[in-house]
């Protein structure tokens, strides 16, 4: 267990969700509802990258030994913690680019999307963390069929609802 992240959800993490800051919270926290939904135990904590460096290739280094299987990381501004963190493992790294008060959000898009080839980062949009989460499901329900099957669950509920909508349009 790294002293840096808190548990949440039952068994051994399998998803470790961490940001530069506390102040990433309120967009991270949709990546962890969204784990928590399908059940997957995760651990979320702040990792920076430029404030605590050694701290942050620690954790990344460290994170598939310890039975993670999937980073999901947000930073904003110069947001290179996705990055970073993909140096130092092979595990899959999804980057969260988390908008701040000026550029709207591009300078961590841009910061997180545009890795150098050989060391891939899947991001996710602007904000995107729920996303985020989701695709860490569908990551682990590669090998997993018990949660590949709620995953379409899931699918099958979001087409019913795009439905529904389409039908109250037409009352
Ligand atoms: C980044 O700097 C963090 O990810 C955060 O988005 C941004 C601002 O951090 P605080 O100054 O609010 O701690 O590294």
Not at 20 to 37: F, I, K, T, Y
Not at 39 to 48: K, L, N, Q
Request: aromatic share 2%; hydrophobic share 50%; proline share 6%.
């Amino acid at each position: 267990m790294s002293e840096l992240v808190t548990r949440r959800g039952e068994g051994e993490p399998r998803v470790g969700v961490v940001m530069g800051s506390d102040s990433d919270w309120p967009v991270m926290s949709a990546a962890c509802d969204a784990l928590s939904e399908f059940g997957i135990p995760h651990e979320v904590g702040v990792v920076s990258a430029h404030r605590m460096p050694h701290a942050m290739l620690d954790y990344g280094a460290a994170a598939a030994g310890r039975g993670l299987r999937v980073l999901i990381a947000g930073a904003g501004g110069a947001a290179h913690l996705p990055g970073m963190l993909a140096s130092v493992t092979s595990m899959p790294v999804i980057g969260v680019p988390v908008p701040l008060k000026y550029l709207d959000g591009m300078d961590s898009l841009l910061s997180i999307a545009q890795m150098p080839a050989g060391v891939p980062v899947a991001t996710v949009s602007v904000g995107g963390a729920r996303n985020a989460g989701l695709l860490a499901a569908r990551i682990l329900g590669a090998a997993d069929d018990a949660l590949r099957a709620r995953m379409d669950g899931f699918r099958a509920e979001l087409d019913a609802a795009a439905r529904a909508k389409g039908d109250a349009l037409r009352e």
